[in-house]
């Protein structure tokens, strides 16, 4: 959390995260704007290398340093890796994911046609537009914003008859309004809004500080995706650094092997096959547990 009272729009402070215990991540950074949204404190602050910072509750969501990594490998990974070369009206739905990156790495494919996202905050929305500047474009005629509670939205969709063809979660931890989003329930909801040929990714935070949420995670995914593949990215904001995703498909695919061709900054096909090579102790001590 930050320093309150010490921080003021000119001083740098050090500001700490306090998501994990006894073990804190600390950057020296400027209070740009501080504002109590209707879900969730918002801070963005100013660090002179990793550039403009969003922080939610106390923890670091996303800089504009880094950033590229988080959202292309949410993205790609699973895009390309599980949905056809050959099609080409593909549907996203993005869930959270208010600072826009990952709907501007989604709307990079031409062959994505229809892209739903669902933030429960509009405040996070508006201040990430003004001040972190990811460019995601909601003008794009390709993509509806709602405003609402993602779990509420995916158990209506799956009442429907409109299913997606990817399913990319891009919430806050398991605290706060992002807690219902690891529930059995919204899996359970999430798998019945994709097509069979579908895939339902997120991250699953940081294995060596998050056990529980990775093992649990994965545990909760198995019971309703016939395939589970966990794969990693390194990220140096997020405490622990070696962040951990899942991609799940419906219909049992591997999404280890890109189907596109597609150079990002972060993202390339070799580094789309080597996610998946994973440290022994995360497979036994938390993927196989
Ligand atoms: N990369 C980030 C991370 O994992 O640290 C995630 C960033 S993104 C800003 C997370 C977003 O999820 C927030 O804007 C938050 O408002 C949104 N969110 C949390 N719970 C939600 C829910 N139940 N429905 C829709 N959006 C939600």
Not at 65 to 76: A, K, N, S
Not at 150 to 159: L, M, P, S, T
Not at 215 to 228: K, S, T
Request: aromatic share 10%; glycine share 8%.
């Amino acid at each position: 959390m930050a320093e309150f009272g010490a921080a003021s729009e000119n001083e740098p402070i050090w500001w700490y995260e306090t998501g994990t215990d006894d073990i804190t991540l600390g950057l020296r950074m400027r209070l740009l704007h501080r504002e109590r949204t209707p879900y969730q404190l918002l801070e963005i602050y100013e660090h002179p290398f990793f550039g403009r910072v969003l922080v939610l509750d106390g923890n670091l969501q996303t800089t504009q340093g880094d950033e590229f990594i988080y959202h292309e490998m949410l993205t790609h990974v699973p895009l390309l890796g599980a949905l056809p070369a050959s099609m080409n009206d593909a549907s996203v739905l993005i869930i959270g994911g208010g600072d826009g990156g990952t709907l501007r790495e989604v709307l990079r494919h031409d062959w994505v046609r229809r892209v739903v996202m669902v933030e429960i905050d509009q405040v996070v929305i508006e201040r990430c537009r003004e001040f972190l500047g990811f460019n995601g474009n909601y003008d794009d005629p390709r993509v509806t914003l709602i405003i609402g509670d993602a779990a509420q939205y995916v158990a209506e969709e799956a009442a429907r008859q409109r299913p997606f063809d990817a399913i990319l979660v891009d919430s806050t931890d398991p605290v706060g309004p992002g807690e219902v989003l690891f529930t059995p329930e919204f899996i359970r909801n999430a798998w019945a809004c994709l097509k069979p040929g579908g895939v339902f990714a997120r991250h699953l935070c940081m294995p060596l500080f998050d056990g529980p949420i990775v093992r649990d995670g994965v545990a909760r995914l198995r019971q309703v995706f016939p395939r589970v593949e966990v794969y990693q990215a390194t990220i140096f904001t997020y405490v622990g650094a070696q962040m951990a995703f899942v991609a799940c498909t419906k219909d049992g695919r591997s999404v280890r092997e890109p189907q596109r061709l597609l150079t990002g900054r972060y993202y390339n096909p070799d580094v789309h096959r080597a996610a998946f090579a994973l440290p022994t102790w995360w497979v036994t001590e938390l993927i196989d547990a």
